[in-house]
């Protein structure tokens, strides 16, 4: 028998209906887990991250847990926000679901987890339980929340988090259902402020107020028992042509994990870069060509997309991470599209401003099926000076994406040059990021009690 989407939700948040979290599962969260830590040392000292941590300072926080992975302790929703605005400052945390769904819940667990000593099976159950509800609401909405300019990571991230530390503080079901409605009323974020300092803040906010929501249910603050479906609901508000699915919840027949994985970014610029950057340094490591034989470059990608990376003369690094013309010439002067190639010092680079200019971006419907917004395919197609023409050719997946995955090595890779100016990779803590979920001797929560890293 079905029920009601806000209700067949809650019972599922209190009761998901699996004890252990499925071995084949581990690698996939463990690299959750280390891809979230390493874009947060990354972010550790943005001005928006200290922004923020002298926001919570400013205000007084009750010292209860870490907070970028210092010594310094913090009540749970403040550790929680700091931490996602670091991990999400240099948009190089991991994709899945039409948005970010790791750098809100693992903040979010983390914080709360350590609060509650938590042992790594609650944590991954719960971090599971919010993919999960993310998964549902996401895949109800047939339209792009991106075109009517709504950020998936907050707008969604907001109720999966409440959703996971619902679960993690093991409400009852009439809690959790009151969780997430108090939790669909705080969900905001807009694409308008992608390329600012703002951006960032949308996954602080999510992951503070997923907490802020499940310690209002705790305290009998109630919500509409129908939110998520109702008329003037959740879906309905933020659906942009009002096709949204409100019908009654189905318990799908597998973990949707499964089905969507998790795609670790290779780059620190927007996703919806990633498949052209990868065809201008494929093609610039085939063929060998200089920048003055550069003649034009035409990418081609869906009309989402492109509406995404909306900065076409980009004058800061932030703005930088969402222009499609950036991506293309950093690609090619540079031959890489990493951090030390994202900074103001580098856009202001004469050759770069030049190589923009040539950039002549394409435009094709969306239509993939399992990337919402993207084309079936993007590419690239080089004209060279004496007439040559390099063409990429359809390119379906990003480097990094859940079908064409990293190798393990390349994502130690990553993790090395995030903690880069922390000096040596910190070994210990990487080394227990990958034993999550199989240490048995001490929970991730209760070991992190014991570290500080280095400042």
Partial sequence: MSTSLTQGLAQFIAQPGFEKVPVD?????????????????????????????????????????????????????????????????????????????????VPALLAAGQARGASDTELL?????????????????????????????????????????????????????????IAASLASGLMGNFGSMTKPLHAGWAAAHGIEAVRLARLGVSASDHVLESPTGYLAALSP??????????????????????????????????????????LRERHGFSIEQIQRFVPTLSDVTRRVLH??????????????????????????????????????????????????????????????????????????????????????FARGHALLPLAQHEIRGKWIGCLAAEGAPQQALLERLERLGRDSAESLCGWLAKHTFKE
């Fill in 25 to 105: 599962a581990l690698p996939l969260l463990s690299n959750a887990f280390i891809d979230t830590v390493a874009c947060l040392f990354s972010g550790k000292r943005e001005p928006v991250t200290q922004a923020a941590l002298a926001l919570v300072r400013e205000r007084g926080s009750h010292a209860r847990v870490q907070v970028l992975m210092g010594a310094e302790r913090l009540d749970p929703m403040d550790a929680a926000f700091v931490n996602a605005v670091a991990a999400h400052a240099l948009d190089y945390d991991d994709m899945a679901l039409n948005g970010h769904p790791s750098v809100v819940l």
């Fill in 125 to 181: 159950r719960a971090y599971l339980v919010g993919y999960e509800v993310w998964a549902e609401l996401v895949g109800r909405e047939p339209d792009s929340l991106h075109n009517k300019g709504w950020h998936p990571t907050s707008v969604v991230g907001t109720v999966a988090v409440a959703a996971a530390v619902a679960h993690l503080e093991r409400l009852d079901a009439p809690a959790c259902a009151h969780a997430l409605g």
């Fill in 241 to 282: 042509q009002g096709r949204a699915d409100r019908s009654p919840w189905q318990r799908p027949s597998e973990l949707r994990l499964y089905r969507s994985g998790l795609s670790i970014k290779k780059y620190p610029v927007c996703y919806a870069a990633h498949r052209v950057i990868d065809g201008v340094l494929d």
């Fill in 311 to 396: 900065a076409h003369s980009p004058t800061t690094s932030l703005q930088a991470k969402f222009s499609i013309e950036f991506a293309c010439a950093m690609a090619a002067l540079e031959g890489a599209v990493s951090l030390p190639q994202v900074t103001d010092a580098q856009l202001a680079r004469p050759e770069l401003q030049a190589l923009m200019l040539q950039v002549e971006a394409r435009t094709v419907p969306a239509g993939c099926p399992i990337e919402p917004g993207f084309a079936l395919h993007d590419s690239v197609r080089i004209e060279l000076r004496d007439g040559t023409v390099l063409d990429s050719g359809p390119i379906r």
